[in-house]
T-cell receptor
């Protein structure tokens, strides 16, 4: 069985602050994929990143960066210099195995509020 | 590429009526589609996995007779909420996994907000 835990239910920051969203996962499979999605108030899920279990390289995309550590089963997401438009619910998710047709397990989500 | 649409985007219906929600992969074929339900301020909960040409696999606690899923083609899956009641009011989201890929991502539709009066 797989499980994704996002311990932070809500985070509030002031614009331009850096913020890290935590994600801890559990899986018995050695092959798996981790994802982050953003859900703005409109409701539509926006894909942010996919990382496979064999690639522990950290990734940076603009103000976004991801830290994948298999040793601690964590896949944390950092937003640098946060902006009001970053306000949304962020979900970490896991697919066990390597087939996109496998079940995607979501964490509980972290609601990020960026205040001007 | 990899666009998934849902129709309608929102629907309001009376208690006891049935509502059909469509999920389409617009520019790719999807052997597998998924249906999720999301209540306010909660995470997405998988309802069922739908494979083209076969019966859907429902998650525990989801009534298959109430939530009818049909995946008749590689680009279309439908979810019918039969005899809807106010407790079925929720945000329903579908996703599609592209056929023929091993490691591809699931693509999500924009969701359908159902309100049952």
């Amino acid at each position: 069985a797989q499980k994704v835990t996002q311990a932070q239910t809500e985070i509030s920051v002031v614009e331009k602050e850096d913020v890290t969203l935590d994600c801890v996962y559990e899986t018995r499979d050695t092959t798996y994929y981790l994802f982050w999605y953003k859900q703005p108030p409109s409701g539509e899920l926006v894909f942010l990143i996919r990382r496979n279990s064999f690639d522990e390289q950290n990734e940076i995309s603009g103000r976004y960066s991801w830290n994948f550590q298999k040793s601690t089963s964590s896949f944390n997401f950092t937003i640098t210099a946060s902006q009001v438009v970053d306000s949304a619910v962020y979900f970490c998710a896991l697919i066990q195995g390597q087939n996109a047709g496998n079940m995607l397990t979501f964490g509980g989500g972290t609601r990020l509020m960026v205040k001007p | 590429g990899a666009v998934v649409s849902q129709h309608p985007s929102w629907v309001i219906c009376k208690s006891g009526t049935s509502v059909k929600i469509e999920c389409r992969s617009l520019d790719f074929q999807a052997t597998t589609m998924f249906w999720y339900r999301q209540f306010p301020k909660q995470s997405l909960m998988l309802m069922a996995t739908s494979n083209e040409g076969s019966k859907a696999t429902y998650e525990q606690g989801v009534e298959k007779d109430k939530f009818l899923i049909n995946h008749a083609s590689l680009t279309l899956s439908t979810l019918t909420v039969t005899s809807a009641h106010p407790e079925d009011s929720s945000f329903y989201i579908c996703s599609a996994a592209r056929t023929g890929t091993v490691t591809d991502t699931q693509y999500f539709g924009p969701g359908t907000r159902l309100t049952v009066l």
